[in-house]
């Protein structure tokens, strides 16, 4: 096949994707390890076999559903291209209003901070990109996850981020933090979204939680104020429907200053509070 005729007939696989161009173009470029500008270059250029047969396996993956960024074990976040595994949640870009919100909220002693649940590393890793003097701890109780985000930091050559596996603040003594940030689990189980699209094929443990989905935020929230300095940030990534319900569990558990903020979409994403 030609780059043209593999872009159309993966097209004709995908009938189901809402994005078939965009997924044939980053599967066929990763199988040939070209950019998608080559494949409008040189449309006529022939595939080589060993390449075909790995792009028409990938799209019968993506067929079925799985993620982009799992076949090609790679997701950009913030800019910054991280590599991606079947341990850890796919970085979205929603999530980077959790990074806006951090750094807005970050006071002039912000020296130390910590990501919990930091899966790829991505939270960490913006931070820590755009505050090379910050040290960024990152957490994640799931051994596979903090050995990904380690690998992610040494190849952008983050040195001043530390990841270590703990179950939210189990591991990190009496340790603080001048700015904490947290993407949990806030997905009740309940939830039908859990049985459509890439959320299929992502952990059920970093996206499920207990108590309608608020369990973990309620959990971190209680202990968070062993660990922030005083006025020091909390902050959380949570569902849409979540915010009222995250700001009452922040000022009832004593912070100040909580407040909502909404993403592109116009919808609750990222709650806040401030240590007294």
Known sequence: ???????????????????ARLDAEVLLAF?????????????????????QTQFEGLIQARANGEPIAY??????????????NCHTLIPRADTELLVEQAL????????????????????ALALAHER?????????????????AIRNAEALNMGNTHFLQSDWFAALGDEVFDLIVSNPPY???????LSEGDVRFEPRSALVADNAGLAD???????ASEHLTPGGFLLFEHGWQQGAAVRECLSATGFSAVATHQDLAGRDRVTLGQMP
């Open 1 to 19: 096949m030609t780059v043209q005729e593999a872009l159309r007939w993966a097209q004709a696989q995908l009938v189901a994707s809402d994005s």
């Open 31 to 51: 199988s040939l390890q070209k950019t998608r500008v080559y494949l409008y270059t040189w449309p006529e250029a022939e595939l080589r076999a060993g390449a």
């Open 71 to 84: 076949l090609t074990g790679t997701q950009e976040f913030w800019s910054l291209p991280l590599m991606t």
């Open 104 to 123: 807005e909220h970050a006071t002039a002693n912000t020296q130390r901070v910590l990501d919990l649940g930091t899966g790829t590393g991505a939270i």
């Open 132 to 148: 090379p003097a910050w040290q960024v701890t990152g957490v994640d109780r799931v051994a596979e996850a903090v050995a990904l």
């Open 187 to 193: 997905i009740d189980a309940a939830d039908g979204h």
């Open 217 to 223: 935020i309620e959990r971190i929230t209680k202990t």
